[in-house]
């Protein structure tokens, strides 16, 4: 089946640096884009971050832009979010999503913290 599996959360202080992966397995990686989205406490759920199947596409959101580069391995199954120079407005819970067919798949999340 479909899974999705996020890692590479935690805490962070201002300024600092960390690396998400999203590793996948169920279904041909390589033909799918994959998208990040964060959720702060309270807030919506938002996109942060996608990346075409080739990897040869990409973006980020405005508030992320200069700070956060995502990329992706195929021979690992795995896309990754480098983010840097952290706020503590990043602070949320990190998902990855991969659309198939016309359904939605989500990993479990992994918790970011921007705190001094």
């Known amino acids: 089946q479909v899974q999705l599996v996020e890692s590479g959360g935690g805490l962070v202080q201002p300024g600092g640096s960390l690396r998400l992966s999203c590793t996948a397995s169920g279904f041909t990686f390589s033909d799918y884009h994959i998208n990040w989205y964060r959720q702060a406490p309270g807030k919506e759920r938002e996109p942060v971050a996608f990346?075409?199947?080739?990897?040869?596409?990409?973006y980020v959101v405005n508030s992320v832009k200069g700070r956060c580069t995502i990329s992706r391995d195929n021979a690992k199954n795995t896309v990754y979010l480098e983010m840097k120079n952290m706020k503590t407005e990043d602070t949320a819970g990190y998902s990855c999503?991969?659309?198939?067919?016309?359904?939605?798949?989500w990993g479990q999340g992994t918790q970011v913290t921007v705190s001094p």
């Open positions: 999503r991969v659309r198939i067919a016309t359904r939605d798949y």
């Open positions: 990346i075409a199947n080739t990897g040869r596409s990409s």
